[in-house]
């Protein structure tokens, strides 16, 4: 017997505004048809509603109106899924608001034939749109069957006709929740908030570990690591790199992904064979990308027609713009809620923030999830690696603990949900694993605490007539674009030549140095820069082409490193000394990195037992600050302040921003204590290599028969 014919062809019943599961056998066929009926009076209202909108549609009677619409009903379930087959490209590259201009064009046609119906103008596209609304309402209202396993069960016969599928062996699907730390994804399994996933846990097919990422905490050396296993040179969010004229490199730049894919990509990636990248930072060497960013220039490579189960379904794109309306006025709500609360830490989300939400909330989402359901049934895809962005986006804004944080991850496990109940409709079994890149840490900004900016505190160390360039915002909203700046200061250079020699220990010099602040300067054209990610800060002394050691440093600019290292916000900062090798310097100690030797008080007490580690392995890194500064981090409150305004942030060292984890079977080898990006690429990697080898070792034996 075909093993396919015994798997149970469970029908996907959740509803998919309030994701509730509906039972199938609690529905009976008759409530369906009620419910049916009752959402078909709903459209006729609702198209009669239209018409009296004066938008454009105009039909004479209530008979007309339910004419059309019973007869658009008839359209879209004997063609749409064909004419989706034929205008994809155009779907795709409209992103998805094609799907609403090929309905409005129906409604024209069907006008053609119906006596008392026109359309023009607005309505073309207000129609379907205004429709869409009203059964996406009653569709919730109702609890009713939102997949429509009516268009399920004709595309999926369309997928099979296309790809006829042989491949026995698990498919691994990896959906990555960005920013989700251990702590954090336990605490939402405990409070309820993700049923399926401790559902995993508890039937014992899954369990929990948890991971260490690099010094950098974040989805740039993350996922380098990850998709590729290597992140070297990853040094933070943004990085300056000196020997190509200072320029600044962003690791979620449209421009520089693709760039840093070049330099950190062997061939050999997660993806590279039978693989699939899913709105992710790099594509781990596979051509078959949606929503990725070192390939989202390439327009080519944009359109795929893993897209068409998501138009496939004449209902799910216009759906899908109700919900991200929905989010926005959430988001609203919750701006409104958090202010009057005086929620606290709290910052100003600003108006860009609402649609930014719903898009990397909603809108990725549904289209991350869309895609997958079709991969799976198509069912060549060996692994899958896809990204979650709306709880990172969430909490950088709101916190990490905060109710729409774990609103949000409510809606991620609703997912998760769905993915397993399709996964049951594919000829090839799926394994899932669920796991984060990162965590976040939260606490007050520098700014908040202190009353200063990071960056002013910087330019008050420095010699009056420094210029300093900054950018701050090492959030993934991408809206602060670099400006480039010139110039060099012939006085400070020559001062190189001539240093004085100082021999006084590194401690005494940090501590006892008097720090003379000086008026704050404009920040125009700069010799200095400063950039955040999260908690970590980086100090480029930008006139000098080499890394400046801390001799140099100390001589050149005398306030500089005491001034930093006696400002409560910071927890350490580095720099490499001519003398001693790279050193981690704290208010009342120095960590020398090389012997692990300390003196005074140890400055990396509470970041952990591999920090050194960490530390030493990003001082070898080609573009490492002259100064790499990394806030406080309280174990008892578990606090860390930002160095730009964020709640939650993430990009250094220390608490639950390094403690991501990985949802795994139970079955896998996951080595403890799994360290570095690198090591996770290496565990994925070998885990499809026994899925794949499982498959040869089967057919070489019933060969061998
Ligand atoms: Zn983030």
């Known amino acids: 017997m075909d093993p396919k014919d015994i798997r149970p062809k469970i029908k996907e019943t959740t509803n998919y505004i309030t ?133 399920r069960t004709v595309t999926r016969d369309l997928i099979k006709k296309r790809h006829p599928t042989t491949k026995t062996y698990p498919g691994i699907i990896i959906l990555e929740i960005d920013g989700l730390a251990k702590e954090i994804f336990e605490e939402a399994m405990k409070k309820g908030y993700m049923p399926t996933l401790s559902k995993w846990v508890k039937r014992g097919s899954h369990t929990v570990t948890e991971w260490e ?21 990853i040094t933070a969010f943004r990085w300056v790199e000196k020997e190509h004229n200072n320029q600044i490199v962003t690791s979620t730049g449209f421009s520089d992904a693709p760039m840093i894919e070049k330099r950190i990509s062997d061939g050999n990636g997660l993806l590279v064979d039978d693989g699939a990248s899913r709105s992710n930072l790099f594509s781990g060497d596979t051509d078959d990308v949606v929503l990725t960013f070192s390939k989202i220039k390439n327009l080519k490579k944009f359109y795929n027609t893993t897209w068409y189960y998501l138009f496939a379904n004449p209902n799910r794109f216009p ?56 991969d799976m049934l198509v069912g060549d895809i060996d692994i899958t690696y896809a990204t979650y962005l709306g709880y990172d986006e969430i909490a950088h804004h709101t916190g990490i603990r905060d109710n729409d944080s774990f609103k949000c991850l409510k809606q991620l496990d609703k997912q998760f949900n769905r993915l397993e109940k399709a996964s049951e409709y594919a000829d090839r079994p799926y394994k899932f694993v669920i796991q984060s890149d990162h965590g976040q840490g939260n606490g007050a900004t520098f700014k908040q605490r202190y009353g200063i900016s990071f960056e002013n505190y910087v330019r008050s160390l420095l010699p009056e007539d420094m210029t300093l360039y900054s950018n701050m915002d090492s959030n993934e909203n991408y809206s602060k674009m670099f400006s480039p700046f010139k110039g060099a200061r012939d006085s400070i250079k020559n001062g190189i030549d001539n240093i004085t020699d100082r021999t006084e220990d590194v401690l005494e010099y940090v501590t006892n ?147 991501p984890f990985m949802l795994h079977p139970v079955e896998w080898d996951v080595p403890t204590p799994l360290i570095s990006a690198e090591n996770v690429y290496k565990v994925l990697k070998s885990e499809i290599l026994k899925y794949r080898n499982s498959e040869n070792i089967t057919k070489n034996l019933n060969h061998g028969k």
């Open 319 to 374: 759906s899908i713009i109700i919900l991200f309306f929905w989010e926005m006025i959430l988001e609203i709500i919750s701006q409104i809620t958090h202010w009057l609360r005086n929620v606290q830490p709290r910052i100003r989300r600003g108006l860009t923030f609402i649609p930014t939400r719903a898009g990397a909330n909603v809108l990725m989402r549904e289209i991350t999830t869309e895609t997958i359901m079709g």
């Open 19 to 151: 994701n509730e599961p509906v039972e199938p056998e609690k529905v009976s066929s008759k409530a369906k048809i009620g419910r049916s009926i009752v959402v078909l009076i709903g459209e006729i209202i609702g198209f009669l509603l239209i018409a009296h909108a004066n938008v454009g549609l105009v039909v004479t009677s209530w008979e007309t109106a339910v004419v059309a619409v019973i007869a658009l009903a008839i359209i879209n379930a004997l063609i749409w899924p064909l004419l989706t087959r034929l205008f994809l490209p155009f779907l795709v590259y409209t992103i998805g608001i094609g799907t609403l201009i090929m309905d409005g064009l129906l409604i024209y046609l069907l006008s053609l034939f119906t006596p008392g119906l026109t359309i023009e103008g607005p309505a073309l596209i207000l129609a379907p749109l205004g429709m869409a609304l009203i059964t996406t309402i009653l569709s919730a209202v109702l609890t009713l069957d939102s997949e429509s396993s009516y268009y």
């Open 513 to 659: 140095e008097k720090v003379f602040r000086t008026e704050n300067k404009k920040p125009e054209e700069s010799e200095v820069i400063v950039l955040a990610s999260g908690n970590l800060a980086m100090v480029y002394l930008t006139q000098f082409k080499e890394r400046l050691s801390y001799e140099k440093i100390k001589n050149l600019f005398p306030n500089l490193i005491p001034g930093l290292v006696k400002q409560e916000g910071i927890g350490f900062i580095m720099v490499d000394s001519e003398e001693f090798g790279p050193m981690a310097i704290g208010a009342n100690g120095v960590y020398y990195l090389n012997e692990d030797e300390i003196e005074g008080e140890n400055p990396l007490e509470v970041f952990g037992e591999n920090a050194p580690q960490h530390l030493r392995r990003s001082n070898s890194f080609k573009y490492t600050p002259d100064i790499l500064v990394n806030s406080f981090y309280d174990p008892e409150t578990e606090e860390i302040c930002a160095f730009e305004e964020l709640v939650g942030s993430h990009g250094g060292i220390g608490g639950t921003q390094s403690k």
């Open 213 to 233: 990422t690099d010094l950098s905490s974040q989805t740039g050396a993350s996922q380098a690591g990850i998709l590729h296993g290597n992140n070297e040179n």
